[in-house]
């Protein structure tokens, strides 16, 4: 229903942009502002298309921790498609708008007596999109798998090195916390299956091998096929094992060799299933 409202929404604006060349020879000043007001409006009932109307229903059920994990791959995939058609379609109808909202801003002028040649260039319809995310090329911290040249948000790596600096002296509790806060302020991070993992680690030194076991699995689940990926199984499969869920251990033991056959994580894993006497 969303997206039939957002289609709906976006066939309004297109409608209120689009005027006919014979009337415009004919507008008036009162008209042209009227077509301002229109369009504000429509603009309005877009953005008001960004906030939430009840509960998700997302589709991640499975009767395993890697079937739920590959339904929840499969959803993301769903709605990342169905994101990138919204996107399309809201950047189709601002580059409509602001043609349009130039070709009103010129007219008005003219019909208030005004110098046409000193109009600006027409702002974009709903502001710059690129200022709301400052980020700066530079290294990722070494050591963690990510490529270099990646784009940090600023304070990024700092914030990542003082959660590592808490987990490597010791201060576990800390680093778990520290590295929840680094996910929650730079969501989609580069750094941010590295930082599940070392939060779960230190989950794990704690005593908590439920909140560890969550933070290895969401740790998979950000880059299911990076370099941290073999351990965040792996970790994840003895975290099953030792909350006693054998069975499941075991599934997702096997899965680190059949997935990464020739990562050193797979000696372990097996050593591990052998520890826990699976079949």
Request: negative net charge.
């Amino acid at each position: 229903m969303r997206v039939l409202r957002v289609g709906f929404t976006v066939a309004l604006l297109s409608s209120a942009l689009a005027t006919g060349t014979a009337a415009q020879d004919q507008q008036t000043l009162a008209d042209i502002r009227q077509e301002l007001t229109v369009l504000y409006v429509e603009v309005q009932k877009l953005k008001r298309e960004l906030s939430t109307t009840g509960g998700p229903s997302v589709n991640v059920t499975g009767d395993s921790v890697l079937e739920r994990v590959a339904a929840m791959e499969s959803e993301l995939q769903r709605l990342t498609a169905k994101s990138e058609q919204l996107e399309n379609r809201v950047n189709r109808v601002v580059t409509d708008g602001t043609n349009r909202i130039g070709d009103l801003e010129f007219r008005l002028v003219e019909l208030e007596g005004g110098d046409v040649s000193k109009l600006g260039e027409t702002t974009t319809l709903g502001g710059d999109a690129g200022t709301s995310a400052p980020a700066v090329a530079t290294p990722p911290p070494a050591g963690t798998g990510v490529t270099p040249g990646s784009e940090l948000a600023v304070g990024e790596e700092a914030d990542y090195q003082a959660a590592t600096q808490a987990l490597e002296s010791g201060d576990n509790a800390r680093a778990a916390e520290l590295f929840a806060q680094f996910n929650q302020s730079y969501p989609g991070s580069p750094l941010a299956a590295r930082a599940e993992l070392n939060r779960g680690r230190a989950l794990a030194a704690t005593g908590d091998m439920r909140e560890a076991a969550r933070a290895f699995l969401a740790s998979f689940s950000a880059d299911g096929t990076g370099p941290d990926a073999p351990v965040a199984l792996y970790e994840l499969g003895a975290a099953l094992g030792t909350l006693g869920q054998t069975s499941q251990a075991c599934l997702t033991l096997a899965e680190v060799g059949v997935r990464f056959p020739s990562s050193g994580m797979v000696s372990s894993a097996q050593q591990e299933m052998a520890a826990l006497g699976c079949s």
